[in-house]
C-alpha cells in the first residue's frame, strides 16, 4: 500500500484537502489503481505494431489556407460581451 505521507504529496500537488480518515482510503485505491497497471505493463506486446488509430480509416484534411473572409466587427457580432473588437468573458480562476 502506498505510504500515508504520499499520499498527502499528491493531494497537496492536485490542490486537494483531504482529512486523516480519507487518507488511508485514498492509499488503498491508489494501490489498487497502481495493481492493475502492473498487470497490464506484464502483457507482452512483442510483435505488435503501435496504433495511432483503432481504425484502418484514412483521414483527409484540407489545406490549411489563410482567408480573410470576416472583418473583426463581424467576428464579434454574435457575441454575447464585447469590448471594442474583442470578446469579453467572465474571468477564470
Not at 496504433?51 to 467576428?75: C, H, K, S
Amino acid at each position: 500500500m502506498i505510504d500515508q505521507k504520499t499520499i498527502e504529496h499528491i493531494a497537496k500537488l492536485a490542490k486537494l484537502k483531504i482529512n486523516p480518515s480519507e487518507t488511508e482510503e485514498y492509499g488503498r485505491q491508489l494501490s489498487k489503481v497502481l495493481n492493475h497497471f502492473e498487470q497490464i505493463a506484464k502483457i507482452d506486446t512483442t510483435g505488435i505494431e503501435p496504433l495511432v488509430t483503432p481504425t484502418d480509416i484514412d483521414f483527409f484534411a484540407r489545406e490549411d489556407l489563410v482567408a480573410n473572409d470576416y472583418t473583426a466587427e463581424q467576428m464579434v457580432s454574435n457575441a454575447p460581451e464585447k469590448a471594442g473588437q474583442l470578446f469579453k468573458v467572465p474571468p477564470v480562476v
